[in-house]
């Protein structure tokens, strides 16, 4: 679930232009919707990036929460994250203030509310041994409670950081606790972290058999040995990994200048053209491009969806 909080009010215009080098046009009045205060690079062992969030006015119901290549851990500082795999099982969703998910091939729904606030933490998909006990693999990404993980370790922490005051006294109890949990070498297979560095280094690019290649085992047992660690197959997880990229790329491009060129983000993000790009986007969001940057323009301007360097480090 990639950057929660902060959801798009009122007053936005969002106009698709098909074209060669088609472009999103977006317009919103000047209200911030939420805030977004970024942890420091490489805090804690086999995260990626840690963020705090707090919607500051009454944001839209409905947020999607986007797949990406890293696990999705969410500390709250209030009740709880309401979500689900679908918009019609929301209303029965319960708010989880601790919540923990494997990796997502599609879009979480998420209920927002006015004032929700919290931390949410994207983590190595192969540093979940080390920091929760069990391969990502066993991550059920639509369970999201984790205190069926995390025990009452977990509870005392999310007690911790909801009594904080300030977003450094509450990175500081999350980045304690996990340094604290921090296995080290934890079992992962030597093959998978070659592979998947090979991979991230492609941004997604490398075919599986060239990466099988390289790794020096087959295409077969590399994705027998993926699907056992982080519970898809390398294919998929460099889906996820352009995807991830492009989907920040647009989120960019709208925030400085107010439109996208697709087209272009598709050329430099490894899709074959606009239209591939948009399949693959509307297969993991849910919705195409054009719908998505309307929905959630108020974040993207405010902060979200944001891809940050620290993401390209290892694990470790």
């Given at each position: 679930m990639h950057h929660p909080a902060g959801h798009p009010v009122a007053t936005h215009i969002a106009r698709l232009i098909v074209g060669r080098t088609a472009s999103v046009d977006v317009m919103a009045d000047g209200n911030r919707v939420s805030d977004f205060t970024a942890a420091p690079p490489r805090i804690a062992p086999g995260v990626t990036s840690m963020v705090g969030y707090r919607s500051v006015s009454n944001p839209g119901e409905l947020h999607r929460g986007m797949p990406s290549s890293t696990l999705t851990f969410i500390v709250s500082?209030?009740?709880?994250?309401?979500?689900?795999?679908?918009?019609?099982?929301?209303?029965?969703?319960?708010?989880?203030?601790?919540?923990?998910?494997?990796?997502?091939?599609?879009?979480?729904?998420?209920?927002?509310?006015?004032?929700?606030?919290?931390?949410?933490?994207?983590?190595?998909?192969?540093?979940?041994?080390?920091?929760?006990?069990?391969?990502?693999?066993?991550?059920?990404?639509?369970?999201?409670?984790?205190?069926?993980?995390?025990?009452?370790?977990?509870?005392?922490?999310?007690?911790?950081?909801?009594?904080a005051r300030v977003w450094d006294d509450a990175f500081g109890a999350i980045a304690e606790y996990l340094s604290g949990a921090w296995r080290g070498e934890a079992g992962v297979r030597p093959e998978v972290t070659h592979a998947w560095q090979l991979l991230q280094l492609s941004g997604g690019r490398a075919s599986v058999g060239a990466v099988a290649d390289r790794v020096g085992v087959t295409g077969r047992h590399l994705t027998t040995l993926f699907r056992r660690e982080v519970g898809r197959s390398p294919k998929t997880v460099a889906r996820l990994m352009r995807f991830e990229r492009a989907t920040a790329r647009i989120a960019d491009s709208v925030r400085r200048r107010g439109t996208v060129d697709l087209a272009a983000v598709a050329a430099s993000t490894g899709y074959s053209d606009q239209a591939h790009l948009t399949r693959e986007f509307a297969q993991f969001a849910g919705v195409p491009p054009g719908r998505w940057i309307a929905e959630e323009f108020r974040n993207i301007q405010d902060g979200g969806h944001t891809l940050r360097a620290d993401c390209e480090h290892d694990f470790h």
């Open positions: 500082l209030d009740d709880g994250v309401e979500a689900a795999e679908t918009a019609e099982a929301l209303p029965a969703a319960r708010p989880n203030p601790l919540l923990l998910s494997g990796l997502q091939v599609e879009a979480a729904h998420v209920r927002q509310r006015n004032g929700q606030t919290g931390v949410q933490l994207a983590v190595h998909p192969l540093a979940a041994r080390a920091l929760f006990g069990a391969p990502s693999a066993e991550l059920n990404a639509a369970e999201w409670d984790a205190t069926t993980v995390l025990g009452r370790k977990g509870i005392r922490l999310q007690q911790r950081v909801g009594e």
